[in-house]
Structure formats: structure tokens, C-alpha cells
């Protein structure tokens, strides 16, 4: 739970969205500022953050705040 | 700093997007400042990086980023958003895999005389790019330098072939050094050595270099913007002028008064060698132009003796332009050295070991810059380093012989006691004034002048190189002199800026000499050419403006004094009638270049 809160911490800070607006079905299609651009900011954000590497394929399987969260629990194992 | 940024870390992708997003509450305080980049990659996502490090010094900047691999066009088209922006600064960054993509896949296939010709394919670009920037634009131009970075070094097996990879970025980076030197208010950034001390390792990202050609990792872009901002501060920025430095353990160890002459630390040998390797880095700051002097509670004849009699302290009497070493408290003998020097607390650095003097420095002189030097005695050329004090983006030839021109001016003001007459002192200078119109040789000097003088500035009007070289574009006259007398030469020290309001009305919309120059009626001279070329110009009217700031009292009544006559109280203008024929001073030769 800490976690999934620093995560949307993060990206509240890059997607510039109020974190109570945040939520596991947070996505592209929601977040106005989520564009492919930000998506790689999003991505350089969580591996400084949480200190882990991402793949391109976890970076093209990260398509809404769940998946980010499952990929990362992945990581964090 | 920014109080605002005080206690921040500001370290990770995420607190830099955070801070962005704060700094918006702060926007009042900082001064707006309009950046355009051009790039060959999508260096949008620099911007966090740049405006964060920014508003730390002061900034609020507004970046502006050209469709990415689209910088000729948009520089070339008169219409784009980057003439619509009308930026303040732009950054022209360019990865040599995408100016010349072949070059990077198939290196080992090129010889010499192909490289050569590819280096000057890539420079043609620049040039091109560059005049249209400079004839549509005022703003400063930032150029970044090239890398080659290979994203793996596989493809080059041959330890020659890589050898003469750098070679060839040594080569071309040489060359766009250049080109920048040659075009008014460009700077040059170095990027190569960036990325060799962050490592290329560090560098790259392959995930993002695959998927989205950005060329460096999130630490490189975070060190990217670091050194943007800082070279952008120091464009924008009046720089320092005087180092003042403290002597017992700071540039020998030890104490002179207690220790004597063979007990301090100044050798080749450890310890002695940390102070030695601090005493270079003075030298080499000194020989960039910086002014240098001591404060230093000490006896006057113990530390003279350092500077005399050991041979291992490579600092000498004649390096300092003022010497304050005696028991009275260090802001009295800061103050002493600003007056001597001519030059404003604003423009003094102080280095000093001990931090009780440098808490009274900064208590009593706010003005001045004092650095927080660290214990660790090897760490000192590194922190004045950091400081970005000294950071110079260009040296003028002035700038090189600043101190000799200093101490020659030291010698006339001693040669000024012993004559009785001020107009047989003046003529015993035997003084040459050149005056001539400003050139592509000169403009960066004549901008420099405008931009650093304070007390001898009738407007304190502060002016690019490119704006001067509009000025002269549009039919204004840009002049410059420069003095010689039986010392030396003092290299180019008045500017005079006069421009036509209306037509055959023409009006002096600068007037500067820098002061080690004033009070030898050089003034005169300089305002009777003037007087004398608008007469040439078949004008009608001649004024003189004169705008009060903080510092410039001494010209008050420059122009009343030199049968000007008020015209307009309220903006302080003058009028000459050109019926008068001005006084003429023929101690003074004049040289029309």
C-alpha cells in the first residue's frame, strides 16, 4: 500500500494530476497530460523512484496505474 | 538562490516535475526569460531540467522546443513559431548520428580526406543556420557541441578506428568553436566533455535511445540542464570581477606570522602541494582576466617575504592588483580594494579559510559574493570551480593583460602626484586616442563595455553585441575609442552610441568610458568627434541624454560642463548648438581608425 502511494505520487507529479483524481483505472485515456512523451517521463520517473530498471516491454505493457503497479510489484519482488 | 529552492532536494525525474509545478506560485519573483531550442532529438524533455535549475537563479522561463530534426526549417523560415516566440536565448543541440547518419554505421569505411570533407559539410550547415539566426533574431545563441556516442562499440573493433572517431568530434568540435567565435553573442557549449565526465556509460539508456532517440539517460538530461542553465545565467548575467583572497591557509598552510618563512606549507610535496595546486588555479583565473587582491590580517613585511623570498609560491606581488594586509577588520579592506579598483562590492568575490571572517564579510558587505570553502584544503580549487563565479564564456583581448593595464594606471596616478599641473600631466602622458566605428572585430567588446560599465555611463543603457550590430544596420553610428599613452595601451575603453530620432536629429543614446581611463578629458575629445561627425552629417540638432542610476553621480554634469544646454528637465535631455565650435585640447592626439 505504501508503495501503490508513492506511485501515485509519481504520477501525480509528472501526469500533473491532483493525487485524489488517481486511481488503478488511471490511464491514457483519462489523464489529459499522459501522452507518449510524458509516458517516458512517467517510465525515467518510476525507475529513479523506485530504483529498478524497466524494459521496452514493460513500457509498452504500461497502459493504466494497474498495470504500472503489477510490472512494478514484479520488480520489487 | 532563490530563497524558495533553499532546503529543497531536487534530485530525481518526479521532484523535478513536482518543483515545475510549484515554481508557477513563485512566477512574481523570477524574471520571465523566453528559450527556444532546436534539435535533432526530442529535447522537450529537457524541460523540466531547465526550468527548475532556471528558477533557482531567478529565472521563470518559458521553453519553447521546434518540431524535433525540423531546426533548419524552422530557422530558415521567417514565418515559424521561433521567430514568433522571439526568444531570449536560443539553443541550437544537434546529435552528429542525425546530422550525418552514415557516419556513425559505416565510420571505418570513410579515410581522412572524406572525414575532413563531412566535418565541413556538417560546419556549412551550422553557418547557414547561424547567419539566418543572427539576422532575424536578437537573442543569444547557445551552441552545443558534438559527441559521438556509439550506442555500443562492437562495430568498432579496431582500437584506431575508435581513436579516430574522437579525432574527427575533436576536429568538428573544433571547427564549430570557431564559427561560434566569429558570430556576435554565441556561445559554445561543451558537450563532449559533459558526457566524458558523467561517463558514457551513464549516458545512455538504450530504452530510450531505441524507442524514442532520446540520447541520454534521466541523470544525463538532469546534468544537461544543469550546465543550460548555468551558461544561460552567465550569458544573462554581470559576471565578477575580483577575486579577494585571505593568505595564511588558504594559498600557503600554515601561519607566516608564527610558522616564519620555512615552516609554512608551499612545496611540491604533500601538504605543500595542495596549496601549490590552489595558487595555479588562481594564476590561471588571473590570467582569464580576473582582478586578484588579499585581505590578510597579518604584518605587512612577513607576508611580503612569502612573495619575495620563497621560491615554491608561485603567486608574486605584481599578480594581486591590490594588497589590504594589515589588523583592521576585512570588510574595512574590502571596501579599501573595491574603491582603489574602481569597481562595485557587487563584483567581488571573497575566499577566506576562516569562517568567523566570513561571516563578518557577509554580515557588514551583503553585496559581496563570499564562498563557503570547505575544511578539506584539496577541495579548494574545486569549490571555487563549482562556484561558477568566474565562469567566462568569452575572453576578450582586454581581458588577458587586465591587470598589468591596472598596475600601469597604479604608476600614473603616482606619476600624477609628482606634477604640479594637471594639463602638463596629461600632456606628459603623451595619449593617443583612437576612435573608429564598430566591426565584427570589436562589437563583442563594445557590448561587453555597455553591459559592465557603471560609473562613467550617462544612460547605463545595456546592449547585446546583436542588438549593436542592428544599431549600425539601421543608419546609427557605433563608436568606439581606444587609448594609448607613454605606459601602454588600455585596448578599447569608451563607447559612444549615437542614434538619428528624427531625421537630421540625432541624439547621443550612450556615452561610456570605463573608468580606468577618466579624468584625463579624454571625455572631451571622445564628445568633440562626435560633435564633429554630426556636423559632417548635415544634421540639425545634436542631444545628449543623461539618465541618474545608483552609480553614475560622476557624469551628472557632463554635458553642462561641455556647453550642452537643458532642454527637457524631465527625461534629462541636453542640446548642443552646432553653431558652437567646441574647445579643442591638443595635448590629446587623435587617430581616426
Not at chain 1, 525515467?44 to 504500461?62: C, G, H, R, S
Not at chain 2, 568553436?177 to 559533459?194: F, V
Request: contains cysteine; glycine residues 4%.
Amino acid at each position: 500500500m505504501r508503495e501503490f502511494n508513492k506511485l501515485k505520487q509519481v504520477v501525480s507529479d509528472i501526469l500533473e494530476v491532483n493525487i485524489d483524481d488517481i486511481n488503478e483505472n488511471s490511464s491514457p485515456d483519462n489523464i489529459e497530460k499522459w501522452d507518449s512523451l510524458s509516458h517516458i517521463k512517467l517510465v525515467m520517473a518510476i525507475e529513479a523512484e523506485f530504483n529498478v530498471k524497466l524494459t521496452p516491454e514493460d513500457m509498452m505493457d504500461m497502459l493504466s496505474v494497474k498495470l504500472i503497479k503489477i510490472i512494478l510489484a514484479e520488480k520489487l519482488e | 538562490m532563490v530563497e524558495f529552492f533553499k532546503d529543497r532536494v531536487i534530485k530525481t525525474p518526479a521532484s523535478y516535475a513536482k518543483t515545475l509545478q510549484e515554481v508557477e506560485s513563485i512566477k512574481g519573483q523570477l524574471m520571465p526569460i523566453n528559450i527556444a531550442f532546436l534539435s535533432s532529438y526530442t529535447s522537450e524533455i529537457l524541460s523540466p531540467y531547465v526550468s527548475v535549475e532556471l528558477a533557482k537563479k531567478g529565472y521563470y522561463s518559458d521553453n519553447y522546443f521546434a518540431p524535433f530534426n525540423q531546426f533548419e526549417q524552422e530557422v530558415l523560415n521567417q514565418n515559424s513559431d521561433l521567430y514568433n516566440k522571439n526568444p531570449d536565448v536560443v539553443v541550437v543541440h544537434n546529435m552528429i548520428e542525425d546530422m550525418y547518419p552514415d557516419l556513425v554505421i559505416n565510420f571505418a569505411k570513410y579515410n581522412e580526406i572524406e572525414l575532413d570533407s563531412i566535418a565541413q559539410q556538417v560546419i556549412e550547415r551550422y553557418e547557414t543556420i547561424l547567419e539566418s539566426l543572427r539576422t532575424r533574431v536578437k537573442a543569444d545563441i547557445v551552441i552545443v557541441n558534438f559527441s559521438m556516442i556509439n550506442v555500443d562499440e562492437v562495430g568498432s573493433i579496431h582500437s584506431a578506428v575508435k581513436q579516430q572517431k574522437n579525432q574527427f568530434t575533436q576536429n568538428i568540435n573544433k571547427k564549430l568553436l570557431l564559427l561560434c567565435s566569429k558570430t556576435s553573442s554565441c556561445y559554445s557549449i561543451d558537450y563532449m566533455d559533459m558526457v566524458c565526465k558523467v561517463g558514457v556509460k551513464e549516458w545512455i539508456d538504450r530504452k530510450l535511445y531505441f524507442m524514442a532517440r532520446i540520447p541520454f539517460t534521466g541523470q544525463g538530461q538532469i546534468e544537461f540542464g544543469k550546465m543550460l542553465a548555468e551558461t544561460i545565467n552567465s550569458i544573462k548575467s554581470q559576471p565578477y570581477k575580483c577575486l579577494v583572497l585571505d593568505l595564511d591557509n588558504t594559498i600557503w598552510g600554515g601561519v607566516i606570522g608564527e610558522d616564519g618563512l620555512s615552516g609554512i606549507q608551499i612545496s611540491e610535496y604533500y601538504p605543500g602541494n595542495v596549496f601549490k595546486h590552489f595558487q595555479r588555479t588562481v594564476l590561471n583565473l588571473r590570467n582569464q582576466g580576473v582582478l586578484l587582491a588579499i585581505a590578510s590580517k597579518n604584518n605587512l613585511n612577513d607576508a611580503m617575504e612569502v612573495f619575495q623570498e620563497h621560491s615554491d609560491c608561485l603567486l608574486k606581488e605584481s599578480d594581486f592588483a591590490a594588497i589590504e594586509i594589515n589588523w583592521d577588520d576585512k570588510a574595512t579592506n574590502i571596501q579599501k580594494i573595491a574603491k582603489k579598483l574602481n569597481i562595485g562590492l557587487d563584483s567581488i568575490v571573497f575566499f577566506d579559510d576562516n569562517p568567523v571572517e566570513r561571516q563578518w564579510v557577509s554580515d557588514k558587505l551583503p553585496q559581496v559574493k563570499v564562498i563557503d570553502v570547505p575544511k578539506d584544503t584539496m577541495l579548494y580549487s574545486k569549490t571555487l570551480h563549482d562556484s561558477n563565479c568566474f565562469n567566462f564564456l568569452v575572453m576578450t583581448a582586454e581581458d588577458k593583460s587586465k591587470t598589468k593595464m591596472i598596475q600601469l594606471n597604479q604608476q600614473r596616478a603616482e606619476l600624477s602626484e609628482n606634477s604640479k599641473d594637471i594639463d602638463s600631466f596629461l600632456t606628459s602622458l603623451s595619449m593617443v586616442v583612437s576612435i573608429g566605428t564598430s566591426d565584427s572585430v570589436t562589437v563583442d567588446r563594445i557590448a561587453q563595455l555597455t553591459n559592465k560599465t557603471n560609473q562613467f555611463n550617462l544612460t547605463t543603457k545595456r546592449y547585446s553585441a546583436a542588438e549593436i550590430n542592428k544599431f549600425i544596420e539601421s543608419g546609427n553610428i557605433v563608436l568606439y575609442l581606444s587609448v594609448e599613452d607613454c605606459f601602454g595601451e588600455h585596448g578599447i575603453s569608451g563607447v559612444a552610441i549615437i542614434k538619428e530620432s528624427v531625421e537630421c536629429e540625432w541624439i547621443i543614446d550612450t556615452f561610456l568610458l570605463s573608468c580606468r581611463i577618466i579624468g584625463k578629458k579624454i571625455e572631451s575629445v571622445f564628445l568633440n568627434e562626435i560633435v564633429n561627425i554630426i556636423k559632417s552629417k548635415k544634421a540639425s540638432k545634436l542631444y545628449g541624454q543623461y539618465i541618474t542610476s545608483r552609480k553614475n553621480h560622476l557624469t551628472k554634469d557632463f554635458y553642462k560642463k561641455h556647453d550642452f544646454d537643458l532642454s527637457d528637465e524631465e527625461n534629462g535631455v541636453w542640446e548642443y548648438d552646432l553653431q558652437k565650435i567646441p574647445r579643442t585640447i591638443d595635448f590629446i592626439k587623435i587617430n581616426r581608425v
